[in-house]
């Protein structure tokens, strides 16, 4: 549950790049458009938003999967990829307790509820009570789109090996033990760089900036 607003202060470290962000469908500004129907339609969004021009994509979590599978599909605009820890619910080696945690959300059965607490797990009780009715409302409704995201990763999306451009792996020092786990054997199967940002969790961006914008920049550079 993440939107573009969340990587400003990465944006802004950027002034020298042209950069394009976007909220994905059915989160943000982008819950006008409604939920997703699938991952594909979130990579045909990715291609859009790209409007022809060749860019380096730099994916967070969920993210990573539009970001991969758009290289797939068009690997003349997606020059690389910075993946920043992509989460693999579908791979053998990810952990049953994160497995059981998407499980979970995805058989809820009140995406509205499910939209809420990922939201007050997200921003604090403290800053969800500060948030206005319209706010909330738009958190919850966002609830949809993330229960079809998450059953998205419960089957596998793609072999690693096939990703074909450049890519870099970031992770933070300070993630959950399984991500950075996945992060580095993904890394060794592509046989790619990683990005080590120390002390970072899983929201780098927000907590790091300078070291994300430095993330970014490296990824980047690997366009050919």
């Known amino acids: 549950m993440d939107r573009a607003r969340s990587f400003r202060r990465v944006v802004e470290r950027l002034a020298d790049l042209h950069v394009v962000t976007y909220d994905r469908r059915g989160y943000g500004d982008s819950v006008a458009a409604g939920p997703p ?75 509205a509820s499910v939209g809420e607490r990922g939201a007050r797990t997200i921003l604090g009780e403290e800053a969800w009570a500060r948030l206005s009715d319209e706010a909330r409302a738009l958190r919850r409704a966002e609830g949809e789109a993330l229960v079809l995201d998450m059953a998205s990763e419960l089957e596998p999306l793609y072999d690693w090996a096939d990703v074909r451009v450049p890519c870099l792996i970031g992770y933070g020092e300070q993630t959950w033990p399984w991500t950075l786990d996945a992060a580095r054997r993904v890394a060794t199967v592509m046989g790619c760089e990683t990005f080590v940002v120390g002390g970072a969790t899983h929201l780098g961006h927000v907590s790091h900036p300078d070291a994300f914008a430095d993330f970014v920049r490296r990824a980047a550079a690997l366009a050919v």
Request: with cysteine; glycine share 10%; net charge negative.
């Open 37 to 111: 129907t699938g991952l594909s339609e979130h990579v045909d969004d990715l291609i859009a938003v790209l409007g022809g021009r060749r860019a380096a994509v730099v994916a967070h979590s969920f993210g990573s999967h539009i970001g991969v599978l758009a290289s797939m599909q068009r690997p003349d605009l997606v020059a690389c990829l910075g993946l920043w820890e992509p989460p693999m619910p579908w791979m053998d080696f990810w952990p049953e307790a994160p497995k059981r945690s998407v499980a979970r959300i995805v058989a809820a059965g009140d995406p």
